[in-house]
């Protein structure tokens, strides 16, 4: 059933309201509220598919309800009601996010067909959300055991937050895949995602990597350049490998954390940024803290929460679900039948000591499928994936 919620504080155009509404259509389940504050009373505790709502109200009035509103459940269409003498805020409050306005008293017809489009409006806002935060097929995490499943979970409680996101584990294990689920499973999924490999950049360059420079900077700055923490905007910043990063960008990207600026390098110029920061490490940070190769006061910043990625060894049985998962995909890449693998072929995989985790892994699945035969046996294990 929809639900809609009418912010009237004159009972009799409420009762005309609710009748209209409640014959009109027997799924349409109407609640009631006599003024702005009792109605962001009933927000704030229900949820709702439709706000009807009154301009003049004493107490709390409709264009502050409606701001209201748009900060705590912005999905939520307000249409809203105004007196003749209220049309010019009417429009104003489409301004300020309002689907529509009808005037007192309402008119029939106009009113149900604002009804109905304004429901129609929170259908499609509610199917675009769900499938915005359905994860590319290009960062599957594959697996249903209890370390994965756990991880799974804490994904979708963090990433719809602002909350900075620590992710520890081996090479290879799939931190990378982590980052790109909190991204697209949160709000800013719209905005870019920008990965820096923080251990592949030479530390004389990182800074200006991160942060731009201006022209003239250095020696081979031949024109001002945006960093990495602008480009993000409005996005997420995946800092990989972030234990590698000298003191020097530590410094900066704990300002940009507690400021939200960055300076380019070579400038003294501000530049606000609206970025959210997951980090991802292979290193033990707390053992680089001890050792003055990381700064405590950023390990905290980053480590609002923490995710620790299990290595392969430690989740022995997802390893069928990422053989399937490896063949399939890998036949598809080559243009090849997909190859089954044999009980013995999977039990045998299953032994092994997998030092380089997931990545190791797709490897030997790879290797497998081009020498193998039709159907991959133990054999096949034996000859071609010996470590």
């Not at 200006?208 to 700055?221: P, Q, Y």
Request: with cysteine.
């Amino acid at each position: 059933m929809s639900r809609i919620l009418i912010i009237e504080d004159e009972a009799a155009i409420r009762r005309v309201l609710v009748k209209i509404l409640t014959e009109e259509n027997k799924d349409y389940e109407v609640f009631e509220a006599e003024d702005g504050l009792a109605g962001m009373e009933i927000i704030k505790k229900e949820d709702f598919d439709l706000v009807l709502c009154d301009i003049k109200m004493p107490k709390m009035d409709g264009v502050e309800v409606l701001e209201a509103v748009k900060k705590i459940k912005p999905e939520i269409p307000m249409v809203m009601i105004s007196g003749h003498g209220d049309l010019d805020t009417a429009v104003n409050t489409m301004r300020l996010g309002a689907f529509d306005y009808i005037s007192k008293p309402p008119d029939l017809n106009r009113l149900l067909n604002t009804v109905r489009i304004a429901l129609d409006r929170k259908e499609l806002v509610v199917e675009n959300t769900r499938l915005k935060k359905k994860v590319s097929k290009n960062y599957q995490m594959i697996g249903d055991s209890p370390e994965i499943e756990k991880i799974k979970d804490m994904i979708e409680k963090v990433a719809p937050t602002e909350a900075r996101v620590l992710i520890t584990g081996p090479n290879g294990t799939g931190k990378e895949l982590v980052a790109h689920w909190l991204h697209q499973k949160s709000d800013r999924s719209k905005g870019p995602m920008i990965e820096v490999n923080c251990a592949a950049i030479p530390s004389e360059l990182i800074e200006s990597e991160l942060f731009g420079h201006v022209k003239g900077a250095f020696t081979s700055a031949n024109k001002d350049r945006a960093g990495k923490f602008e480009a993000a905007n409005k996005g997420t910043i995946f800092l990989d490998e972030v234990g590698d990063m000298s003191l020097s960008a530590q410094a900066k990207v704990l300002r940009a954390l507690q400021e939200n600026k960055v300076q380019r390098v070579g400038s003294d110029k501000d530049i606000k940024v609206d970025v959210r920061v997951i980090a991802a490490t292979n290193k033990d940070l707390k053992k680089e803290i001890a050792e003055g190769n990381f700064r405590e006061d950023l390990y905290h910043r980053l480590a609002v929460i923490l995710i620790k990625v299990p290595s392969l060894n430690n989740r022995r049985d997802d390893i069928p679900l990422l053989v399937e998962y490896f063949s399939e995909k890998i036949s598809t890449d080559h243009g090849t039948a997909k190859k089954k693998f044999s009980k013995k072929a999977i039990e045998l995989l299953q032994d092994f000591d997998w030092t380089g985790n997931i990545r190791e892994l797709r490897n030997v699945v790879e290797r497998l499928i081009i020498l193998g035969g039709k159907e991959i046996s133990e054999e096949d294990v034996k000859l071609f994936a010996s470590k």
